[in-house]
C-alpha cells in the first residue's frame, strides 16, 4: 500500500513559536494532500486541503494566517503553525490522494503537537 | 453542514461475539463511504470501503443504505485484536473532498 510518512512525529515547543510538520508520499504522487486535527476524544477535523502548486483551501473556522499549508511538490507538504498557543496542542494527521485514483487517502502516523 | 454521527460507546463484547456499529451521515450529496479503524494515538486506517450492494471482507461486513442514509459494520467472531476506535468516514465530493469522520465507536473486545 502507499506509505506517507510525517516529521516530527512529537513536538514540544513554547508558546509563541513555530512550528513545521512535513508529510510525505514516499512511493507515489499526491496531487492533494489534506490536513486533519483530532483533540482527545474527539473525531478527526479536517483544517485544509492542499493542491500542489495552488494556495489551500481551508475549511470554515480554520485560520489560513496561523496554519501556514505549503505543497511545493507532488511529494511534499508542509503545515506550520505560527505563534503556536496550548489551545493548538492536538494531534496533526495528513493525507494523500494518490494520483490518479480519486477516493483512496492515506494517512500519515501524525505529529503530536504540545504547546507549553 | 457536514456530520457523520455514530453509536456512542465504547462497546463491551466477548471474544467471538458478533458485534454491529451504526452511522448516520447528513449530507445526501455523499458519494463514497468508508470504515477506518484507529488504535489509541495511531492514525486512522482504512478498514474497507462501504458499497451500495454491500460488502463482505472476510469476518467484516459493510452494508449502505442510501435512501437512509445509513450505514453499517457488522463484526463476526471477534477477536481481541479486533479492540480499536472504528470511524465512519464519508467522502461528499468527487475525490476532491477531504474525509468526513464521525467520532468512532470504542470497541473493547473482553478475553
Known amino acids: 500500500g502507499a506509505v506517507v510518512s510525517q516529521h516530527p512525529s512529537r513536538v514540544i515547543c513554547k508558546s509563541g513559536t513555530s512550528v513545521k510538520i512535513e508529510c510525505r508520499s514516499l512511493d507515489f504522487q499526491a496531487t492533494t494532500m489534506f490536513w486533519y486535527r483530532q483533540f482527545p476524544k474527539k473525531s478527526l477535523m479536517l483544517m485544509a486541503t492542499?493542491?500542489?502548486?495552488?494556495?489551500?483551501?481551508?475549511e470554515q473556522g480554520v485560520e489560513k494566517d496561523k496554519f501556514l499549508i505549503n505543497h511545493a511538490s507532488l511529494t511534499l507538504s508542509t503545515l506550520t503553525v505560527t505563534s503556536a498557543h496550548p489551545e493548538d496542542s492536538s494531534f496533526y494527521i495528513c493525507s494523500a490522494r494518490v494520483r490518479g485514483r480519486s477516493y483512496e487517502q492515506y494517512f500519515g502516523p501524525g505529529t503530536r503537537l504540545t504547546v507549553t | 453542514r457536514k456530520e457523520v454521527e455514530q453509536d456512542p460507546g465504547p462497546f463491551n463484547v466477548p471474544e467471538g461475539a458478533t458485534v454491529a456499529f451504526n452511522c448516520t451521515y447528513s449530507n445526501s450529496a455523499s458519494q463514497s463511504f468508508f470504515w477506518y479503524r484507529q488504535d489509541c494515538r495511531k492514525e486512522p486506517k482504512l478498514l474497507m470501503s462501504v458499497y451500495s450492494s454491500g460488502n463482505e471482507d472476510g469476518r467484516f461486513t459493510a452494508q449502505l443504505n442510501r435512501a437512509s442514509q445509513y450505514i453499517s459494520l457488522l463484526i463476526r467472531d471477534s477477536k481481541l485484536s479486533d479492540s480499536a476506535t472504528y470511524l465512519c468516514v464519508v467522502n461528499a465530493g468527487g475525490g476532491a473532498d477531504g474525509l468526513t469522520f464521525g467520532k468512532g465507536t470504542h470497541l473493547i473486545i473482553q478475553p
Open positions: 492542499s493542491n500542489e502548486g495552488s494556495k489551500a483551501t481551508y
